[in-house]
């Protein structure tokens, strides 16, 4: 990279004017728009066309709103008709034009720009040469080219160009601007994840290019970009596809909330605000969960049997067991005599409704307009009409009563609620399913009422899957809400699926209109209850409506090659079938292993902190252990005098952040200390694969601080 370029000027006045043309742009859209909102009177349909109109102009001041995002990162000057003619293209975060619709910018995911991000010195992709800038907002610092072929360019200078500073040939370094790549890598973290949209790489390239059908997975081991891949995958794909997944809709799913703040930036700095970014809580409306740290959880064992596939037959078994005949016959007194209903009528009644309908709610006026029916054939009175006997029964309460007990209306976390509650109806669901000893192990006190449940995150996907096999609740007149229903989306992406259970798979499956998905994660950094052994573990239960893909990412880009030789020691120990990704970085220095006593291991701690700021000075800094340690910890921070901020309430936002290490999946810091590894191995299931998770995020220094004697691994 040279920052005495002598093109820099030029280009500089080049990013300056493109940033001219996009606010012109942003201007004009503004002045549109206050025309649209002047006129609000006229039609329906007049009203409706305005809206439409004035969302789109709202959703084009977004993408022009960049913020501290920089607009141009490159250019590629490829060969047009004749090897003598050249064209140039510069390459940005959006397409900007200027006053006579002439392109100033190509946006990345155009066609036009894929070469500069796949050519290389074998298949030059048409190009003589590529272009890097290093640029903070509008500001270029440097440029780096990249020559094809002889390096004849033609154009702007060329004589004497190969002993220009930054000048390298392509496929020398084997990633593509190499350089540029690592200034970049080299930048200390903000708190939330930057998109890689100026250096992606061609390995990352492929990914987010190919097609949109059927399920993509990539396995990525840390560092290499799984999840700003899958990002910009989406971004990709809405702009490709912008019919119909616009109004299909694209979900991302996310591992925790930490993790969605974390990355909550990236897709609005590529220009797409509207891409809905969850947890899988997010998807299961009015009840309250536990935090995945918060006591009261399930145990090892309920949230390993809650994880299985078979929960969805458990399920299926308690919908099933309340649709129940009368155990004996139905009689009331009405009027001067009584209204009967046999128990063998009854269950002509509940299997008529079980034939005709798939969905348990669905079911219930059909089961509701047979029973009062029924009843109302049995009292004979000529002068009372079987109307005024049934609208007469149904403010009977023992009628509603039988009613209910026949085919209740039933809420998922009602369902659920009675099922857990009760051993009787625990065992009774089991049967050709589980043994009752597992069934037993998801009992729990029943509460007062539903609603003062807190459930557990195993219980996200069984009331996912209650509410599917029961469907919502009939309104007046028996109408469904649509909005009931179960959304469904274009494309899914999934990130730490490693540690999804099958039920929470099925969950997300259950999301997919065309069964469109790109999955990401690490099975070496599975730590789920369920935790798979290869991806068609993970594959059975996704949509196969067309054949899966499985692409691995094998370069390392943002962990030193010190730090990741210590953790795959313990990779290697913990998932010995399983490769560590190749490191492109080598750090200032390797990780630190510092031992303490039991009394002293929180001084040591801050201490440590400390040094870490006084070595890399403004950098986001992290205090990595076991969940039960991190209240102690921030004790000794505090008596330390070190503001600090703990993950699950304040993200990554403070400089110094302390981080359970239930949530530290996917995140990156620029310094990191790790405590007490053999605590993290012994409090967390897959404690292995945890711990290697933990030495493997920060992106310049580590540091472990122990007390205990060291996992056998990192001896």
């Given at each position: 990279m040279s920052q005495h370029h002598p093109d820099l000027a030029d280009e500089q006045a080049y990013i300056e004017h493109a940033y001219d043309c996009l606010e012109t742009s942003r201007l004009a859209a503004f002045r549109v728009r206050g025309l649209n909102e002047a006129s609000m009177g006229g039609t329906f349909q007049a009203r409706f066309e305005r809206n439409a109109f004035d969302e789109q102009l709202v959703r084009r001041l977004e993408?022009?709103?960049?913020?501290?995002?920089?607009?141009?990162?490159?250019?590629?000057?490829?060969?047009?008709?004749?090897?003598?003619?050249?064209?140039?293209?510069?390459?940005?975060?959006?397409?900007?034009?200027?006053?006579?619709?002439?392109?100033?910018?190509?946006?990345?995911?155009?066609?036009?720009?894929?070469?500069?991000?796949?050519?290389?010195?074998?298949?030059?992709?048409?190009?003589?040469?590529?272009?890097?800038?290093?640029?903070?907002?509008?500001?270029?610092?440097?440029?780096?080219?990249?020559?094809?072929?002889?390096?004849?360019?033609?154009?702007?200078?060329?004589?004497?160009?190969?002993?220009?500073?930054?000048?390298?040939?392509?496929?020398?370094?084997?990633?593509?601007?190499?350089?540029?790549?690592?200034?970049?890598?080299?930048?200390?973290?903000?708190?939330?994840?930057?998109?890689?949209?100026?250096?992606?790489?061609?390995?990352?390239?492929?990914?987010?290019?190919?097609?949109?059908?059927?399920?993509?997975?990539?396995?990525?081991?840390?560092?290499?970009?799984?999840?700003?891949?899958?990002?910009?995958?989406?971004?990709?794909?809405?702009?490709?596809?912008?019919?119909?997944?616009?109004?299909?809709?694209?979900?991302?799913?996310?591992?925790?909330?930490?993790?969605?703040?974390?990355?909550?930036?990236?897709?609005?700095?590529?220009?797409?605000?509207?891409?809905?970014?969850?947890?899988?809580?997010?998807?299961?409306?009015?009840?309250?969960?536990?935090?995945?740290?918060?006591?009261?959880?399930?145990?090892?064992?309920?949230?390993?049997?809650?994880?299985?596939?078979?929960?969805?037959d458990l399920i299926d078994n308690a919908v099933r067991d309340r649709e129940r005949p009368l155990r004996e016959d139905f009689e009331v007194p009405f009027r001067t005599g009584y209204v009967r209903l046999s128990a063998s009528d009854s269950a002509k009644i509940v299997r008529g409704a079980r034939r005709r309908f798939k969905r348990h709610n669905a079911g219930r006026r059909a089961v509701e307009n047979d029973f009062y029916t029924a009843l109302a054939e049995s009292y004979r009175d000529p002068d009372i009409g079987r109307r005024e006997v049934k609208d007469t029964l149904r403010g009977t309460i023992e009628v509603r009563a039988a009613l209910d007990s026949m085919w209740p209306l039933l809420t998922p976390a009602q369902l659920l609620h009675d099922l857990f509650g009760s051993r009787a109806l625990l065992k009774l669901a089991a049967r050709d399913v589980m043994s009752h000893d597992e069934a037993l192990a998801l009992h729990r006190p029943r509460a007062a009422s539903v609603d003062d449940v807190r459930w557990s995150q195993a219980d996200i996907a069984l009331l996912d899957d209650a509410r599917d096999v029961l469907g919502p609740k009939p309104g007046k007149g028996g109408k469904i809400d649509d909005r009931d229903e179960i959304r469904t989306y274009g494309h899914i992406v999934i990130d730490e699926v490693q540690d999804l259970t099958p039920m929470q798979l099925k969950?997300?499956?259950?999301?997919?209109?065309?069964?469109?998905?790109?999955?990401?994660?690490?099975?070496?950094?599975?730590?789920?209850?369920?935790?798979?052994?290869?991806?068609?573990?993970?594959?059975?239960?996704?949509?196969?409506?067309?054949?899966?893909?499985?692409?691995?990412?094998?370069?390392?880009?943002?962990?030193?090659?010190?730090?990741?030789?210590?953790?795959?020691?313990?990779?290697?120990?913990?998932?010995?079938?399983?490769?560590?990704?190749?490191?492109?970085?080598?750090?200032?220095?390797?990780?630190?292993?510092?031992?303490?006593?039991?009394?002293?291991?929180?001084c040591t701690v801050a201490e440590e902190v400390q040094a870490l700021a006084e070595a890399i000075p403004g950098a986001s800094l992290g205090v990595v252990a076991a969940d039960a340690m991190i209240a102690d910890l921030s004790g000794a921070l505090t008596d330390a005098g070190i503001n600090h901020g703990t993950a699950t309430r304040t993200g990554l936002d403070a400089g110094v952040t302390l981080v359970p290490v239930s949530v530290i999946k996917g995140l990156e810091l620029d310094g990191v200390v790790v405590v007490e590894p053999a605590r993290i191995v012994s409090d967390t299931l897959h404690g292995l694969r945890a711990l290697y998770v933990a030495l493997t995020r920060s992106t310049q220094r580590l540091t472990v601080v122990h007390g205990d004697e060291l996992p056998a691994a990192m001896r």
């Open positions: 993408e022009l709103e960049l913020g501290d995002a920089s607009l141009v990162f490159g250019r590629i000057d490829r060969y047009a008709e004749s090897p003598d003619q050249l064209e140039a293209f510069h390459i940005g975060r959006l397409a900007v034009a200027d006053e006579d619709r002439e392109p100033i910018v190509v946006d990345w995911r155009a066609p036009v720009a894929e070469p500069f991000y796949r050519a290389t010195g074998r298949d030059a992709m048409g190009l003589a040469r590529r272009r890097h800038f290093v640029v903070e907002g509008r500001k270029l610092l440097g440029i780096e080219d990249e020559l094809f072929g002889e390096g004849h360019l033609g154009v702007g200078h060329d004589e004497g160009l190969d002993e220009v500073a930054g000048v390298v040939t392509a496929g020398e370094s084997g990633l593509r601007g190499y350089s540029t790549l690592l200034a970049t890598l080299e930048r200390g973290r903000t708190g939330t994840l930057g998109d890689i949209v100026a250096t992606i790489q061609a390995e990352q390239d492929e990914i987010i290019r190919s097609s949109q059908h059927g399920v993509l997975v990539v396995q990525g081991g840390p560092g290499t970009g799984k999840t700003v891949v899958a990002l910009h995958r989406a971004a990709y794909l809405l702009y490709t596809h912008r019919f119909p997944l616009e109004d299909q809709g694209v979900l991302v799913i996310g591992p925790n909330r930490v993790f969605l703040r974390y990355i909550e930036k990236v897709l609005p700095s590529l220009g797409e605000a509207g891409v809905r970014q969850v947890v899988l809580a997010d998807l299961i409306p009015g009840v309250d969960f536990l935090r995945p740290d918060e006591p009261g959880g399930d145990t090892a064992e309920a949230a390993r049997i809650k994880g299985s596939e078979r929960m969805s969950m997300a499956s259950r999301r997919s209109l065309s069964g469109a998905m790109t999955i990401v994660g690490d099975l070496a950094q599975a730590t789920g209850p369920l935790a798979p052994d290869e991806w068609d573990d993970v594959l059975a239960h996704l949509p196969d409506r067309k054949p899966a893909r499985v692409i691995g990412l094998s370069v390392g880009y943002r962990i030193p090659g010190q730090i990741m030789e210590l953790a795959n020691k313990v990779m290697a120990a913990a998932t010995p079938a399983l490769r560590a990704p190749n490191s492109v970085r080598i750090g200032e220095v390797g990780p630190r292993i510092v031992s303490a006593t039991e009394h002293s291991l929180g």
